[in-house]
């Protein structure tokens, strides 16, 4: 729920404030977004698990969005595709992530389904 | 309070997240509006111009035909001046300003497609290709040459330029597409010149080349006015 929220927000607050990216950094935060997404659901995965540990959170949130926009940036520089591996890596997690939660979150409805049978 | 904590701490990174997501999309919105905008413009300047160029040449035909006229009067003045008349059409056929038709042959490049019907890197005409078949064409007696209806002249330069080639300066060929070269001689001699050079060059990788023989070929004239600037006649 809350992260919905903060989602929401944050989308708001970006319409509102109007800050503009400069275009050669552009593909940096793309790669810096994908980061964050798979944090995100980290910390879903986490919660479902119940070893959600907001510090580790906050700081691969942090950490793997500059992690990865540097990769990018390197990558730019030295005319090798380095971004490619941020984009797999975080894609696969992301993936990884998502079948944890579904896996936990169907497991979840049908404990309480049986529950409710008995 | 370390579960309100954590809930605060990732509505804030979520908040964060959602805010450089919006930001990011709507620059890119942006750059697209932008994108097409200049495509728009560019377009509708296109247009304007080929509609100048085409009125700017009708007006250089129509100062033709009138100095035409004016030769034609002042010969019928006197023979002399017929004969001299008689010559400088001569020069003028030479040079290529003039509008000539006559046997010949047409020649089709055509690029090899790669998948999907992309263009291939490989598929590219080069300046070279073509340099060299116009070279084996006059080689072989050609009396009048055109690339793609550009009229190549004895002070024709084609060169590669980024995204096209080059002829004359300033008009350009698109190495993508078909390229028509267009040759006015003695179309057997032409024809054979043609056929032993398929033989000794390889060009099936880069594209496909036909040689098609035909009795009338027209040919327009080169344009622009020639001018020399630093070759003057020994005296």
Same mark, same amino acid.
């Given at each position: 729920?809350?992260?919905?929220?903060?989602?929401?927000?944050?989308?708001? &607050?970006?319409?509102?404030?109007?800050?503009?990216?400069?275009?050669?950094? +552009? +593909?940096?935060?793309?790669?810096?977004? &994908?980061?964050?997404?798979?944090? *995100?659901?980290?910390?879903?995965?986490?919660?479902?698990?119940?070893?959600?540990?907001?510090?580790?959170?906050?700081?691969?949130?942090?950490?793997?969005?500059?992690?990865?926009?540097?990769?990018?940036?390197?990558?730019? %520089? &030295?005319?090798?595709?380095?971004?490619?591996?941020?984009?797999? *890596?975080?894609?696969?997690?992301?993936?990884?992530?998502?079948?944890?939660?579904?896996? %936990?979150?169907?497991?979840?409805?049908?404990? +309480? %389904? +049986?529950?409710?049978?008995? | 309070?370390?579960?309100?904590?954590?809930?605060?701490?990732?509505?804030?990174?979520?908040?964060?997240?959602?805010?450089?997501?919006?930001?990011?999309?709507?620059?890119?919105?942006?750059?697209?509006?932008?994108?097409?905008?200049?495509?728009?413009?560019?377009?509708?300047?296109?247009?304007?111009?080929?509609?100048?160029?085409?009125?700017?040449?009708?007006?250089?035909?129509?100062?033709?035909?009138?100095?035409?006229?004016?030769?034609?009067?002042?010969?019928?003045?006197?023979?002399?001046?017929?004969?001299?008349?008689?010559?400088?059409?001569?020069?003028?056929?030479?040079?290529?300003?003039?509008?000539?038709?006559?046997?010949?042959?047409?020649?089709?490049?055509?690029?090899?497609?790669?998948?999907?019907?992309?263009?291939?890197?490989?598929?590219?005409?080069?300046?070279?290709?073509?340099?060299?078949?116009?070279?084996?064409? /006059?080689?072989?007696?050609?009396?009048?040459?055109?690339?793609?209806?550009? /009229?190549?002249?004895?002070?024709?330069?084609?060169?590669?330029?980024?995204?096209?080639?080059?002829?004359?300066?300033?008009?350009?060929?698109?190495?993508?597409?078909?390229?028509?070269?267009?040759?006015?001689?003695?179309?057997?001699?032409?024809?054979?010149?043609?056929?032993?050079?398929?033989?000794?060059?390889?060009?099936?990788?880069?594209?496909?080349?036909?040689?098609?023989?035909?009795?009338?070929?027209?040919?327009?004239?080169?344009?622009?006015?020639?001018?020399?600037?630093?070759?003057?006649?020994?005296?």
């Amino acid at each position: 729920m809350y992260i919905i929220f903060g989602l929401l927000a944050g989308v708001i &607050l970006g319409l509102v404030l109007k800050v503009n990216i400069p275009d050669q950094f +552009s +593909s940096y935060v793309s790669v810096a977004i &994908l980061a964050c997404i798979d944090s *995100v659901f980290g910390a879903v995965r986490g919660n479902l698990y119940k070893n959600f540990q907001a510090d580790i959170f906050i700081s691969g949130f942090f950490g793997n969005a500059i992690l990865a926009a540097a990769l990018a940036y390197l990558g730019d %520089k &030295l005319g090798v595709p380095i971004y490619l591996a941020a984009v797999l *890596v975080f894609g696969g997690r992301i993936f990884d992530n998502f079948a944890n939660i579904r896996r %936990k979150l169907i497991e979840n409805y049908k404990n +309480s %389904k +049986s529950k409710d049978v008995i | 309070m370390k579960k309100v904590n954590a809930r605060i701490s990732v509505m804030i990174v979520c908040i964060i997240l959602g805010f450089i997501l919006t930001s990011q999309f709507r620059n890119i919105l942006n750059k697209n509006k932008i994108y097409n905008t200049g495509n728009a413009d560019i377009t509708v300047e296109l247009k304007s111009l080929k509609s100048q160029k085409e009125a700017l040449e009708k007006s250089v035909n129509d100062l033709q035909a009138k100095i035409s006229e004016y030769e034609k009067t002042s010969a019928d003045k006197s023979g002399r001046t017929d004969q001299m008349l008689e010559e400088l059409n001569n020069t003028r056929l030479l040079i290529g300003q003039t509008d000539v038709k006559g046997q010949g042959v047409i020649v089709t490049l055509i690029p090899k497609t790669g998948l999907l019907g992309a263009p291939s890197e490989e598929g590219r005409i080069n300046d070279r290709d073509i340099v060299i078949l116009l070279n084996e064409l /006059r080689f072989a007696g050609a009396e009048a040459l055109a690339v793609n209806d550009i /009229r190549i002249t004895a002070y024709s330069g084609i060169r590669n330029s980024g995204n096209y080639i080059m002829v004359n300066n300033d008009e350009r060929i698109l190495p993508m597409k078909k390229v028509e070269i267009k040759a006015i001689g003695k179309k057997e001699d032409l024809q054979a010149s043609l056929d032993l050079f398929q033989q000794a060059t390889d060009f099936t990788g880069i594209f496909e080349m036909k040689v098609e023989p035909s009795d009338e070929i027209s040919i327009k004239r080169y344009i622009k006015p020639y001018s020399f600037q630093y070759a003057k006649t020994v005296k």
